[in-house]
C-alpha cells in the first residue's frame, strides 16, 4: 500500500511516496511565489506540472492508492465553475495596504480565536482585499477552495472544505461553535464554500486526464488534505495520554498545546487556536524562525555547543525579529548585539536565538507535559539541548519520524502506525537560565 504525499510548503514542494511509515522516494523543488502583475502569486501552474511530472516518475515504480494534498495555510483559490482560477492564488506575505476597512469588519478575537496578523496573514483579509480590488473576477468565483482541498479539486474534479484550513488563523472559522464565523455570514461569502469534509475523508478518484497524464491507476484516491502543521500535530494527538506540547519546525516554528484547557491567549503576540483534524481548538503560538534562521546564517556554518557557551558569556545575544509576519515580539527590529561573528558564531548564536524564542512560544500557548520537536530543527543539537535546559520542569524529545508532516498525512490515508518514536535530549549544561533573563531584560534595553 504505498501512499503519496504531495507537500507544497511556503519554501518547497515535496512528493513523497510511503510504504507505511517508511519514506521509500521523494521530490523536492523550490516554491518562490512569481513577483508579477496583478500581484505577488502562487506558482500554480507551475506546481501542478511539476506535481504531475513527479507523480508519472513515482507510478512507474509504486502501485499508489492514495494520494494526500498538505499545504501551508493562509491560502486560498477562487476557482470558477468551469473548473480555473478567477484570480492568481495570493502570496499572503504580500503587503495589503488598501484592506484598512478590514480591521473594522473582522470578527473580535473571542469568536474565532484569530489574532490580527500583518500581511496577509489571516485569510480573510485576503478574501476582502480580492473583493475589493478585483470585483469582476472575483464575482466569476464559483468556490472559494483552501488551499490543499484546492489541490485535491485539481486531481479530482470534486469540491470540499475542511476545518483545519479553515481554522488556521484565517477569521473565517468559529472554533467554539464549529462553523464558518460571523465575517462569512456578513460579507456574503458563505455560497463560495463547498460542503465540509473530514481532512482523512476520500473527495474522489482521479480523474480519467490525470491517470491518462501520470500513470497512476484510475482507482487512486485522494483524501480532503490538511494544513501541514495539524499533519504534523495529529499522530502526537492520537497517541497522548494526558496534556502534551509539539513544537514543529520548518519556515516557520509553531508551539502547540494539546490535552489540557484554553489558556489566555495573547492575540497581540501572534497567539492563536489552530483547528486540528477533528475540530478541536488547539493553543498555539509562533514565529518565522525557519526563515529567521536563514536569513541570520545565510545557510553558513555549523553550531555547537562550546561555541554557544563562549558567546553567551561574553554577552553576545541576537534580539528579534528578523521578518515581518509576527511573532511574540511584533514591530520589533531585529538586533545582533555582538562583535565579528564567523559563520560557525552565526550559526551558534542563531541556534541560541531559536530556542529562546521557542521558549517563550511555549510559555504563550500554556505548554505543560513532555515536548516533541520535529522537523528540521530536531537536527540542531544545540537548539535542542539548550531549550531542554530552560525546560527542566518538561521533558523534551527529538521525533524521529522522516517528517511529522508525512505521517500525519499517512494516518489520514488509513495506515497503520505506532506512536511517534522519540529520544529524549539531555539539558545541555550551561548557565543557560541566567542567560535567558538577561536576554529577556535585554528586549526593553536599547543597545
Not at 495529529?234 to 497517541?239: I, Q, T
Request: hydrophobic content about 45%.
Amino acid at each position: 500500500m504505498a501512499i503519496a504525499v504531495f507537500d507544497c510548503g511556503k519554501t518547497n514542494l515535496k512528493l513523497c511516496v510511503l510504504d507505511g511509515e517508511r519514506l521509500v522516494w521523494s521530490a523536492t523543488r523550490p516554491n518562490a511565489p512569481l513577483v508579477a502583475p496583478p500581484y505577488p502569486h502562487a506558482d500554480a501552474a507551475g506546481a501542478e506540472a511539476w506535481l504531475r511530472e513527479k507523480l508519472t516518475e513515482a507510478a512507474q515504480r509504486f502501485a499508489i492508492t492514495d494520494l494526500v494534498p498538505v499545504t501551508h495555510g493562509a491560502c486560498a483559490a477562487l476557482v470558477t465553475a468551469a473548473g480555473d482560477l478567477a484570480l492568481p492564488i495570493l502570496d499572503y506575505e504580500t503587503p495589503l495596504p488598501e484592506a484598512v476597512a478590514y480591521t473594522a469588519a473582522r470578527p473580535d478575537f473571542t469568536e474565532t480565536l484569530s489574532p490580527d496578523l500583518p500581511l496577509g496573514l489571516n485569510l480573510g483579509r485576503q478574501i476582502f482585499w480580492l473583493q475589493q480590488q478585483f470585483p469582476a473576477e472575483f464575482a466569476r468565483a464559483h468556490w472559494l477552495l483552501t488551499y490543499p482541498q484546492y489541490w485535491a479539486f485539481r486531481l479530482t474534479g470534486r469540491a470540499v472544505s475542511e476545518v483545519t484550513s479553515l481554522g488556521c488563523h484565517t477569521d473565517l472559522w468559529a472554533p467554539g461553535a464549529q462553523h464558518f464565523s460571523s465575517l462569512v455570514t456578513a460579507q456574503g461569502w458563505g455560497g463560495l464554500f463547498p460542503p465540509l469534509a473530514a481532512a482523512g475523508d476520500t473527495v474522489g478518484t482521479i480523474t480519467p486526464v490525470v491517470a491518462a497524464q501520470t500513470g497512476l491507476s484510475p482507482d487512486c484516491r485522494v483524501r480532503a488534505g490538511i494544513h501541514d502543521s495539524n499533519a504534523s500535530f495529529l499522530r502526537h494527538r492520537l497517541a497522548a495520554d494526558g496534556v502534551f506540547s509539539v513544537v514543529s519546525t520548518g519556515t516557520w516554528i509553531i508551539a502547540m498545546s494539546g490535552g489540557g484547557a484554553m489558556p489566555a491567549l495573547d492575540p497581540a503576540r501572534d497567539c492563536l487556536a489552530n483547528v486540528d483534524a477533528f475540530g478541536t481548538p488547539v493553543p498555539c503560538a509562533r514565529f518565522m524562525g525557519g526563515r529567521e534562521y536563514q536569513r541570520l546564517t545565510n545557510g553558513q556554518g555549523h553550531p555547537n555547543a562550546a561555541r554557544a557557551e563562549r558567546l553567551a558569556a561574553a554577552g553576545a545575544m541576537i534580539l528579534p525579529g528578523f521578518s515581518e509576519t509576527g511573532g511574540p515580539f511584533p514591530g520589533r527590529a531585529g538586533e545582533i548585539r555582538a562583535g565579528a561573528l564567523s559563520p560557525d558564531d552565526r550559526a551558534s548564536l542563531a541556534s541560541l536565538y531559536l530556542a529562546l524564542m521557542t521558549d517563550v512560544c511555549l510559555d504563550l500557548c500554556g505548554s505543560a507535559g513532555p515536548i516533541q520537536i520535529e522537523g528540521p530543527m530536531a537536527a540542531n543539537a544545540l537548539y535542542a539541548g539548550v531549550l531542554a535546559a530552560l525546560r527542566p520542569a518538561q521533558t523534551v524529545a527529538l521525533s524521529e519520524d522522516v517528517a511529522g508532516t508525512l505521517l500525519g498525512a499517512a494516518l489520514l490515508a488509513g495506515v497503520d502506525l505506532p506512536p511517534p518514536a522519540a529520544v529524549a535530549v539531555p539539558p545541555l549544561a550551561g548557565a543557560w537560565p541566567a542567560y535567558r533573563q538577561a536576554w529577556r531584560a535585554a528586549l526593553d534595553k536599547p543597545a
